[in-house]
């Protein structure tokens, strides 16, 4: 099969995380070689929780780094995920499905931790109805490791790109560096994955639905 990169070359990609920095810890690496191999990358992050202004220039910091187009579906307001009715976060990745035309969509999967990450798959896997793009979820996100469910079946090499993601996740300092958290997990985590498939670094997705030919 032909690589991600040049099956989404010239394309629309939608990478859609719960809160800033989710998207990055999880596929940032992805990303980054997709937009270089030409995919028009779009980060949707649906809430933007306690410091708005900070974090959401946090976000478009590290979406610049990845060379990804932020895009953030809830305003300022304090108003949190599970404040949402699901029919009403369905609506807001609705429209943004309807408008980009992605042709793969990558979200939170169901074993995540965090409650609102689990909502937003739930939202995600909704909007298959609509049209019919490849759909991958990735590693559930936590800042120090928890058993959790996770079995990816498809590896993205990110050897090219580690260091691009390992900036866009630093460049979340009030999640990390201001309260003295390590993001070298992440960096472990990937060469973990890609020693599964014998690169340096890697990501690991479940394929929910994918066309194959
Ligand atoms: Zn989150």
Redesign the pocket.
């Known amino acids: 099969m032909r690589s991600l990169a040049e099956r989404y070359a010239g394309k629309t990609v939608l990478a859609v995380?719960?809160?800033p920095?989710?998207v990055e810890i999880a596929v940032g690496g992805t990303l980054a070689r997709l937009r270089r191999a030409g995919t028009r990358v779009v980060m949707a992050v649906v809430s933007v929780p306690g410091e708005h202004q900070l974090r959401r220039r946090e976000a478009e910091r590290a979406a610049g780094i990845l060379g990804c187009e932020p895009c953030f579906l809830m305003g300022e307001g304090g108003k949190r995920i599970e404040d949402l009715k699901s029919y009403e976060l369905v609506a807001l990745l609705d429209r943004l499905v309807r408008e980009l035309a992605p042709a793969a969509v990558f979200a939170h999967g169901p074993a995540e931790l965090?409650r609102?990450?689990v909502i937003v798959h739930e939202a995600a896997l909704a909007t298959q109805r609509l049209a019919h793009f490849d759909f991958f979820t990735y590693q559930p996100?936590f800042c120090r490791p928890v058993p959790v469910a996770f079995h990816p079946r498809a590896y993205v090499d990110i050897t090219d790109t580690i260091e691009t993601k390992m900036r866009a996740i630093d460049a979340h300092q009030s999640q990390f560096k201001s309260r003295g958290i390590e993001t070298g997990i992440y960096r472990e985590m990937a060469r973990m994955n890609g020693r599964m498939v014998g690169v340096q670094y890697a990501e690991g997705l479940e394929v929910q639905r994918m066309l194959v030919l």
């Open positions: 995380g719960a809160h920095d989710d965090h609102d990450h996100n």
